[in-house]
T-cell receptor, first 115, second 111 residues
Framework: DSGVTQTPKHLITATGQRVTLRCSPRSGDLSVYWYQQSLDQGLQFLIQYYNGEERAKGNILERFSAQQFPDLHSELNLSSLELGDSALYFC??????????????FGAGSRLTVL | GQQLNQSPQSMFIQEGEDVSMNCTSSSIFNTWLWYKQDPGEGPVLLIALYKAGELTSNGRLTAQFGITRKDSFLNISASIPSDVGIYFCAGSYSGNTPLVFGKGTRLSVIA
């Protein structure tokens, strides 16, 4: 157990729907990162939050949004889902504000299947 | 977005063999990390490198931060079945830039 908790573990939904993925960071970590892993792709950085504020944005689609709450848990909202959104979504956390200077601890991921 | 070039994409080796994989970047990095992902799990950190030329070991694993700062290598000696998984390199230019990941090397070990 890495200490980073992600729910749900699996999610199956239809195109056009909206889902919310949830992440609780490791105790003491202030930064939360979201990554997408598609088949045969590496980990694509989506977005980072530090202590409730957005810190960095990667290849995140406009249909996707995220936020970090005062208790530091984070949610990733995916809307108007398309077949191509099917992927593993990972949350990671670190103590500091910079992923480059801090080691990331990953959760077990949420597997999203869009039918 | 920026991505690292990781090779090989996959490897099939006999138990007991040594393994080498590498990662290259067109940009200079100040941090190199190596992660392993087991099936159904998230990536787990194996080794972190912070200085050009640095050579660091973690059991049977050894990783090096290339002196050009544009590459890194991971070696696994005397492979065992539990080494099976996907190995990812990751790098960062500065503390303020997000970590960039390679596409991974999928390792299969034949007993």
């Amino acid at each position: 157990d890495s200490g980073v908790t992600q729910t749900p573990k699996h999610l199956i939904t239809a195109t056009g729907q909206r889902v919310t993925l949830r992440c609780s960071p490791r105790s003491g970590d202030l930064s939360v990162y979201w990554y997408q892993q598609s088949l045969d792709q590496g980990l694509q950085f989506l977005i980072q939050y530090y202590n409730g504020e957005e810190r960095a944005k990667g290849n995140i689609l406009e249909r996707f949004s995220a936020q970090q709450f005062p208790d530091l848990h984070s949610e990733l909202n995916l809307s108007s889902l398309e077949l191509g959104d099917s992927a593993l979504y990972f949350c990671a956390s670190s103590w500091g504000v910079s992923s480059g200077a801090n080691v990331l601890t990953f959760g077990a991921g949420s597997r999203l299947t869009v039918l | 977005g920026q991505q690292l070039n990781q090779s090989p994409q996959s490897m099939f080796i006999q138990e007991g063999e040594d393994v080498s994989m590498n990662c290259t970047s067109s940009s200079i990095f100040n941090t190199w990390l190596w992660y392993k992902q087991d099936p159904g799990e998230g990536p787990v950190l194996l080794i972190a490198l912070y200085k050009a030329g640095e050579l660091t070991s973690n059991g049977r694993l050894t990783a090096q931060f290339g002196i050009t700062r544009k590459d890194s290598f991971l070696n696994i000696s005397a492979s065992i079945p539990s080494d099976v998984g996907i190995y990812f390199c990751a790098g960062s230019y500065s503390g303020n830039t997000p970590l960039v990941f390679g596409k991974g090397t999928r390792l299969s070990v034949i007993a």
